[in-house]
């Protein structure tokens, strides 16, 4: 080796010491003009022999070319977000949650029982990241994202200083995934925006949106010069042994030059997490960094594998939130914005104010029951709460400051948008033998998709991922189609042309290309995406599935009843009558049409699902109804005497008495009920859709041959290569098997693929069976399923 080049590895290895001295330990051990003077050194060896630069060169952090994209990264175990605390009882909660998901023994009068071990350590207010070192080299770094995939940010994250490119000591895994939080220090955001200031540029609101804004610059070198910081926080992917707690973890992560928070400790038991939790909340100006809370970890592996996971949540963590910011401000007006569904919606105009860091001039106030319930007026000093990231909202009316000269806010008669009439909405109660009407707390406007708000927020709906899928066509888009009149209904997205297209801000020849060809390619939805793309109000994704499922057509799903509608599970009759109001309504009818002789050809319509089909009798169809004084006893008792609906309606007095054990009450009411000709008509109206469909308690069954996966759980975990999670869950559903989040002693099977974390050791704590992608796929083949 040449003295060159031995002097070069000399530096470098100097240097990472002394990085790690001053950022790992905070024990620098030279001035920081020795350290400019090695740097230089090193910098000038390396310009003058380039073929010795090495990535993990402490010189190689200074940007590259900017990029025109950040390429997406897929997450091979999940960036999954942490429950909030925000109350001391919530932390006790959490606490009992937690020993009793590891069968601790609890306390009684002589004993607090058993004590957790738990890591504590600041909620740092910054981006999460993810670092991905292979042979203790940083290969990778990529942001949170939605928790399943983020952004390729490498080039910016090789800025940062305090990030090793290459890991101190050894022993380190093969593959190793840190994550931690990338943030500015107090003053390193004031210096930032002070550099900004001068140099006339934009200056941020909050060290958080300045450290998320740098890390996210397409010019690495913009990211160089900003002042970044990272503290780690945890691990994620790993190939290799670490110790089997978490503090040890991040204590072996610090060895090997991963900066850590210094506030990190133990505390045994839920007393102790309280005090830290307040000793760092009165601490919590005087620390050089903005944080928003503490996190609390079980400190165990092992009690965390067995806790496991709910949702998107793990069990064995929490994020004690410090109490909201709030401050005070003038309300100068109160405005009316209008949802997808017509909803006018109140918001506060505010004389901008400061709170925990940003500017806020907007606020939600909810609905109208909201401004009457704090007695609001335009003119009022109004206390606004922003916490964390949640839309700031207005708290408290400060009455001893109200002006002679304020206002009563009020709903506008028309609306702001279209100048259709707004009404409020009624709610109809109903119980057993009767419907009672309560005004709701959203008035509507009436326009429907005549009104420019209403179709805008449809068709962002409907064109979106889940729905029918529309690519390219984001809000701004939609607001310029509708804005030039080129769409008044979903429908006519079906008719663009190309002309009409690139003439739109934004859209070229090949983008304009693009987007005609999504469109295009929508055309054959599924007839579950497509119900849950017409935006019926409360009918989700699952909903819409379940409708698609049982009812087989888009035309039953229109004509159905909600009495009929309710035998489907989950359904309930005010859910069933949104839905039912929806398909009668004559616009939305006419929209439908439309979509469809444009070119939609819906996709795996069929039969009535034979278990839907043989889901009646007579007895439940009374049951139904809804009778006063009629119970599901008595509907069996009237339905073993009678044998059919027409029977019952027509029952006298003397043969309802012939009926076992039915009393004189039940009687009557039956009598009643049926007395009113509306109701019997309806009664014979839901029969005769029962026959039109394949239901009726006297038609012709089809052999039910069960789903094959039917009762069933499934757990899919680690991420898929031939398919998306999404399409695996919707095979698995397809079969009759529930799709779970977390692994239990219930748990069916678990298809694992690469990057499998904690629910592939639960299920193979448990014995449950484990699939990976190919046998997985092998095994949907048997059941005719091809991917």
Not at 111 to 124: I, N, Q, T
Not at 733 to 753: D, F, I, N, Q, R
């Amino acid at each position: 080796m040449s003295e060159v080049a031995q002097r070069i590895l000399e530096l470098r290895a100097e240097l990472d010491q002394h990085n790690y001295r001053y950022h790992v330990l905070d024990e620098p051990s030279i001035p920081d003009a020795e350290y400019d003077r090695l740097f230089k050194e090193l910098k000038q060896l390396e310009t003058d022999n380039p073929h010795l630069i090495t990535p993990d060169s402490p010189t190689q952090r200074v940007g590259s070319l900017a990029l025109t994209a950040f390429d997406e990264v897929k997450h091979e175990v999940p960036m999954l977000s942490l429950g909030n605390a925000f109350e001391e009882a919530d932390m006790l909660s959490f606490d009992r949650r937690v020993r009793e998901g590891l069968d601790l023994p609890s306390g009684d009068l002589f004993g607090g029982g058993a004590e957790v071990e738990y890591s504590c350590e600041p909620k740092l207010d910054g981006l999460a990241v993810s670092l991905l070192y292979r042979d203790g080299l940083l290969v990778r770094g990529a942001t949170r994202g939605d928790g399943s995939t983020g952004e390729d940010i490498s080039v910016n994250v090789r800025t940062i200083r305090n990030v090793p490119l290459k890991l101190q000591g050894e022993g380190w895994p093969a593959v190793l995934e840190v994550r931690g939080e990338v943030f500015m220090s107090k003053a390193g955001f004031e210096a930032l925006n002070e550099r900004q200031l001068a140099l006339g540029g934009k200056t941020f609101a909050n060290p958080r949106n300045a450290a998320a804004g740098s890390l996210r610059q397409l010019d690495s070198k913009i990211t160089a010069a900003r002042p970044l910081e990272f503290c780690c926080y945890g691990i994620g992917q790993v190939e290799g042994e670490l110790p089997q707690t978490h503090i040890g973890i991040l204590q072996t992560l610090k060895d090997w030059g991963m900066p850590i928070s210094r506030e990190l400790k133990l505390a045994k038991g839920i007393d102790q997490c309280l005090a830290y939790y307040r000793d760092i909340g009165e601490r919590r100006e005087s620390l050089a960094y903005e944080i928003d809370g503490v996190v609390f970890k079980v400190n165990s592996l092992a009690s965390q594998r067995e806790l496991g996971f709910r949702a998107r949540e793990p069990r064995w963590a929490i994020a004690h939130k410090f109490p909201a910011m709030e401050e005070l401000t003038e309300l100068l007006d109160v405005e009316f914005q209008v949802g997808r569904t017509g909803a006018v919606t109140p918001v506060a105009r505010l004389k901008p104010v400061k709170v925990a860091g940003v500017t806020v001039s907007n606020a939600t106030l909810h609905n109208m029951d909201e401004v009457a319930r704090l007695g609001l007026m335009i003119g009022d000093t109004v206390i606004i709460r922003r916490a964390g990231d949640v839309i700031p909202q207005v708290v408290q009316v400060v009455t001893e400051r109200r002006p002679a000269d304020a206002r009563a806010v009020s709903i506008p008669e028309n609306c702001p948008v279209c100048g259709s009439h707004v009404e409020r909405t009624q709610l109809v109660k109903r119980s057993k033998g009767k419907e009672s009407f309560v005004e709701g707390s959203i008035y509507r406007c009436v326009g429907r998709l005549a009104c420019a708000a209403q179709l805008k927020q449809a068709i962002i709906h409907f064109v979106s991922r889940r729905a029918m899928d529309i690519e390219g066509l984001g809000e701004k888009s939609v607001e310029q189609l509708v804005d030039e009149g080129l769409v008044r209904s979903p429908a006519d997205l079906y008719t663009l042309t190309f002309d009409q297209v690139v003439q739109l801000e934004g859209f070229a020849e090949l983008s304009s290309k693009n987007l005609l060809a999504a469109i295009a390619d929508s055309r054959k939805p599924t007839l579950a995406r497509f119900i849950y793309a017409l935006g019926i109000p409360d009918v989700g994704e699952e909903t819409a599935k379940l409708l698609a499922r049982a009812l087989g057509s888009l035309e039953r799903i229109q004509q159905a009843l909600p009495e009929v509608l309710t035998y489907l599970p989950d359904v309930g009759l005010e859910v069933a009558h949104e839905i039912h109001s929806f398909f009668i309504d004559p616009h939305n009818r006419q929209v439908i049409a439309d979509l469809l002789e444009r070119g939609l050809q819906l996709q795996e319509e069929g039969e009535l699902h034979p278990e839907f089909a043989a889901c009646t009798t007579l007895a439940g169809f009374i049951d139904k109804l809804n009778i006063a004084s009629i119970a599901a006893t008595g509907a069996e008792r009237l339905a073993a005497r009678f044998q059919s609906l027409e029977g019952i309606i027509q029952a006298d007095w003397l043969d309802l008495r012939q009926v076992e054990r039915l009393n004189e009450k039940a009687a009557r009411s039956l009598r009643d009920f049926f007395d009113d000709p509306a109701n019997a008509e309806r009664a014979l109206a839901i029969e005769a859709q029962l026959r039109d469909f394949g239901m009726h308690w006297q038609s012709e069954k089809k052999q039910v041959e069960g789903l094959p996966l039917a009762g069933q759980t499934w757990v899919l975990t680690g991420s898929l290569e031939i398919m998306s999670r999404d399409v695996a869950k919707e095979k698995l559903e397809g079969l009759g098997a529930k799709v779970a989040g977390s692994v239990s002693a219930k748990t069916t099977c678990v298809v694992a693929g690469p990057g499998a974390g904690s629910k592939l050791a639960k299920a193979t704590e448990l014995g449950v069976a484990v699939l990976d992608e190919a046998q997985f796929i092998q095994r949907l083949a048997g059941y005719g399923i091809e991917v």
